[in-house]
């Protein structure tokens, strides 16, 4: 009986990884999602019929970045759907939106928002101690930063964005998170993604903007980091004091 069932699940748990490795590099194509996870073409193609067919992903453009394939029809591209990042959930989410929903009613936002700064500033400060090996250089920075987000979960990446070595306000990176794992609560609550939109410009030491989050129905959060700009100095006893909201803050 085993036998029979061992392939059932290596195909799931295969299924899986190709979701995961979707939330966190999406839009992706089925060539390179094969390069990721070493497999045929064919094989990573039958998983994405089976993700559609489930409604845990949907086609999405690439941008500029993803290069031109010259003539012909574009490559076909997925991110993550509503459900599937859903489905990347904890279990507790039910109980932890009626806990939230208690707390707003009986303290008001205002509880809300200092319970998520609460929560943002354990990793702000174990986080502060990596960045502050990096240096100063913002792009180090965020390299730092996107391990230490990686590691917890939270599928980040990075890349650059205008035109590098350019002092201009428009040049910069884009930082990325493809999974959020208070995403069902910042539907309800922004303050989660205020929060912790205001840590990352102390620890870059640099104003950072929100462009995007999985809250408001993206396939990914977006930050904006600048770099033709001098940074701010920001060491890591900064960390616990509070800062001015962000413009970019989600509202």
């Keep these: 009986m085993n036998i029979a069932v061992a392939p059932q699940v290596l195909e799931s748990r295969t299924r899986d990884r190709v979701l995961q490795v979707i939330s966190e590099r999406g839009p992706v194509t089925a060539a390179t999602l094969a390069d990721e996870l070493g497999l045929t073409v064919p094989a990573v193609r039958r998983h994405l019929e089976n993700l559609e067919e489930?409604?845990?992903?949907?086609?999405?453009?690439?941008?500029?970045?993803?290069?031109?394939?010259?003539?012909?029809?574009?490559?076909?591209?997925?991110?993550?759907?509503?459900?599937?990042h859903q489905a990347l959930e904890s279990d507790y989410d039910h109980l932890a939106m009626e806990a939230l929903r208690f707390l707003s009613d009986e303290a008001g936002d205002g509880a809300v928002r200092r319970f998520a700064e609460q929560r943002v500033a354990e990793?702000?400060?174990?986080?502060?101690?990596?960045?502050?090996?990096?240096?100063?250089?913002?792009?180090?920075?965020?390299d730092a930063l996107v391990g230490a987000l990686t590691r917890d979960g939270f599928?980040?990446?990075?890349?650059?964005?205008?035109?590098?070595?350019?002092?201009?306000?428009?040049?910069?990176?884009?930082?990325?998170?493809?999974?959020?794992?208070?995403?069902?609560?910042?539907?309800?609550?922004?303050?989660?993604?205020?929060?912790?939109?205001?840590?990352?410009?102390?620890?870059?030491?640099?104003?950072?903007?929100?462009?995007?989050?999985?809250?408001?129905?993206?396939h990914v959060c977006t930050t904006f980091v600048p770099t033709g700009t001098s940074p701010q100095t920001t060491t890591p006893s900064d960390t616990t004091t509070a800062v001015t909201p962000t413009e970019g803050s989600t509202r």
């Design 54 to 84: 489930a409604g845990l992903i949907v086609e999405r453009e690439q941008g500029p970045s993803a290069g031109h394939r010259g003539r012909g029809r574009p490559a076909r591209a997925y991110v993550v759907s509503d459900a599937g």
């Design 123 to 142: 990793l702000e400060q174990r986080y502060a101690v990596e960045l502050a090996a990096a240096g100063a250089s913002p792009a180090a920075r965020v």
């Design 155 to 218: 599928a980040a990446s990075a890349r650059p964005v205008g035109e590098q070595g350019s002092a201009t306000p428009f040049t910069g990176i884009q930082l990325c998170q493809g999974h959020c794992p208070v995403q069902t609560a910042a539907r309800e609550f922004p303050q989660f993604c205020d929060a912790e939109t205001d840590a990352f410009s102390r620890l870059l030491g640099v104003h950072v903007q929100r462009l995007a989050t999985l809250a408001h129905g993206d």
